[in-house]
């Protein structure tokens, strides 16, 4: 048991102990400091305040649990009627590189109906074994089919760690794995990194804020992670095929499901900001509506596309699919160029792997330009419309 | 046939303006005022509209501190029935895993129920994960992404659920968790007459005491596998150039920028 303990007699400044706690957590009542429900146990309080004001007091020992029987890094193939989704390959390339650290192999799991044959060509990719559960009952995603079948794969083969992509499957399908084994699951993970003894290091921004946090799953394991697609780079394909494919018994997985697929309706093909090379972005600094004309011009002229940052969806300018950010959209463009956006880290983890990022805003303080290749210091009224002016003479001669 | 609906909300922070202080390395959070978690209105708007056209109940259920009241209050002033919240120290310090399997068994405290509509993540955590672990600890199905609600048959509900290329029109048996999409309903307004109706309505406050499940390990910090190791502040971009100049020569200067990279 892990408790926090205040000790009032050791608390020199009430008000300025009260003060570090940033979700006011630490409240007076009864004439004493306490601590209330909105505590996270961030353990701030421990840390700036005087010593031995908050304290963290361990009642008995943490149950501990033995690493090495968990081995390997497992990947879950992320795919749409067998169509593999490429954050698949990302996540194959980043698991080698983790798994080369610790001397573990690389496992892939594929749920699906037909798919022994595309099973195959991820060994062309760095994966020592394809596990396949092939089950007509796997044709569309369902997720206590598909749930069942991720337990059995880890109670046979009792991988370190998981790296699911986070698309609309993996984001229903992660949780509810992590939830059967009582284990931890970090969403959208940036960075991902091993410790000798099995420990996954894995760093996003919390809070919702401009803070990364590094978070660790000590005492638990499968150590569940999920990543954005476009966040980890994608491994070269090898011409030659290293590992095997299994392809799994399913004696002990559960087929009948409470929910029937009536349809799959293919949606109509959209323009996605994921796939532009280059974007160009509205923030908060575009007054109206109708200068959102400006912004589309320049991504015309450059043959890109627009996207927008989360206020500009609250405004109801945009759609939400243009968004970019933790709530939006993860893209990765070879060009970006950001107007009147001042760059919350909740915006940058959504674009900070872009290859060249521009900045205009008028706020030289702005977080924007901590992450801009090229910052511009100047109001993005004067800038575009010269700026336009000059393409378009470009490309005129 | 009357359906009995449990809506997931949340309180977070007004402003997502937090900074970490370079030198001392403390959060600095700006302002305290909080809302409820904006996409948690679709859910209960989703709720508040079967329930119009099906008959039947909708509570809410939270997990913080009593501040968090408020958030029910506005809840009943947009039309819910019932409020719950979950609230105790010991419940501090969790993680996904523990939020979800405090709110699964808060949710066996609010009675029978066919439905539990959740939002698609909050504005604080973003994870949009404790949906999916909460159905799990309640062994029910569950089906995110919700965009449309197509039917309501006996026993069951027919729901468009969005993938990336395709739209799954998939029939779930209740009770079941849906979490929907923004936009699946426009939100409407709290009504300034619903809430004197129901200001002195209860709200039923559950600590620990109170659940089922008395094991403290599996609570709060203790019943978090994920531990936060240390926070910082984003490591800034290494080769950078600031340019500070009059709107001509900046305009020239990424002119020839873009056109030195060969985008024009």
Redesign the interface.
Known sequence: ??R?VINNEKITDRDAFIK?C????LEIKDGAVK????????R?CV??GPDGAAEIVEDQEVKTIDKSAWKGIAVYVDH??GII?PVTLELIGKARELANKIRHPVYCIFIGAGIVDKAEELLHYGVDNVYVYDHESFR?????TY?SAFEDFIKNIRPTAILVGA???G??????V???F???????CTVLDIKENTDL??IR????????????????RPQLATVRYKVMNAPERNAEAKGKVTVCDLSNVILN???????????PKEKFIENAD?LVVAGRGVKSKEDLNMIHELAD??GGDVACTRPLI?SGWFE?KKQIG??GRTVRP??IITCGVSG???F?AGM?NSE???AINKD?KAPI???????????LY??LP??IA??KA??GA | MGMNIIVCIKQ??GS?????DPV??????DG?ESKMN?YDLYALETALRLKETYGGTVKVISM????AMQIIREAYAMGADEGILL???K???A???AT??TLSQGVREAGEFDLILCGK?????????????????LK??????VRRIVSVEDGAI?VE?????????????FP?LLSVE??IFMPRLPSYVKMRATKDREIKVIDFSSLEDQD??KY???G???????????E??I???????S??E??????S???E?K??
């Open positions: 048991m892990v926090l570090i940033p979700f006011n957590a601590v209330n429900g909105s505590c996270r146990m961030c701030l840390r700036k749409e009627d989704h569309h995603f369902r997720i206590d749930t698309t609309n499957v984001r229903q399908l992660a949780p509810r992590a939830a059967r009582r284990t931890g699951l970090t969403a959208d290091v894995q921004p919390a809070f919702g804020g401009n803070i990364m946090a590094e978070i660790h799953t000590p005492n638990a499901s409470d929910i029937e697929v009536i349809d799959v309706v293919p949606k280059v002229l450059l609250e939400a933790l709530s070879k060009l919350s880290v909740q940058a900070s060249m990022i521009v030289e330009f901590k992450i801009a290749h090229y910052g511009i210091v100047g109001d004067e800038i010269r700026l000059k393409i470009e490309k | 977070v922070p997502n303006k937090v900074e970490v001392t390395g403390v959060l600095k959070r305290v904006p913080g501190p009593l501040q609230s105790d120290r419940f501090a310090g993680d996904v895993l979800s399997y993540q909050t504005t604080d955590g973003d994870t949009a994960q404790v949906g999916p672990e909460m159905a799990e600890f029910i199905p569950s089906v995110s992404n027919t659920m969005d993938m990336a290329n395709t739209v799954e029109i998939a029939r779930i048996k079941c923004k936009d403290e390990m709060g910090l203790n978090s596998p994920t531990q936060v190791q240390r926070i910082f502040p984003p800034p971009n080769k950078r150039e600031l340019w500070d100049d709107a001509d900046l305009a020239d200067k990424l002119f920028k873009i056109k990279c985008f024009i």
